[in-house]
């Protein structure tokens, strides 16, 4: 008997690779729509993987941003 143990794991995943897998996804979504099943926890991935896409990007934007210093 096999014991199921919840494990978080964080893979390191490059912005192409985002890309990549949110296109697969959003291809299994709509086939799964054409099947007529439900799509929530597709829709449910796609959204954290979306969220954390664009909080990665305000990081590396911000931090490639010039400061500008204003003194007059």
Same mark, same amino acid.
């Given at each position: 008997?096999? !014991?199921?143990?919840?494990?978080?794991?964080?893979?390191? /995943? +490059?912005?192409?690779?985002?890309?990549? %897998?949110?296109?697969?996804?959003?291809?299994?979504?709509?086939?799964?729509?054409?099947?007529?099943? +439900?799509?929530? &926890? /597709?829709?449910?991935? !796609?959204?954290? %993987?979306?969220?954390? +896409?664009?909080?990665?990007?305000?990081?590396?934007? *911000?931090?490639?941003? &010039?400061?500008? *210093?204003?003194? %007059?």
């Amino acid at each position: 008997m096999f !014991i199921k143990k919840d494990k978080k794991m964080e893979l390191p /995943i +490059y912005n192409n690779e985002i890309k990549i %897998i949110l296109r697969a996804l959003n291809e299994l979504r709509n086939k799964i729509i054409i099947q007529g099943r +439900y799509t929530n &926890p /597709i829709d449910e991935l !796609i959204v954290k %993987i979306n969220d954390t +896409y664009l909080n990665w990007l305000k990081i590396v934007s *911000s931090f490639f941003m &010039p400061i500008h *210093s204003h003194f %007059i």
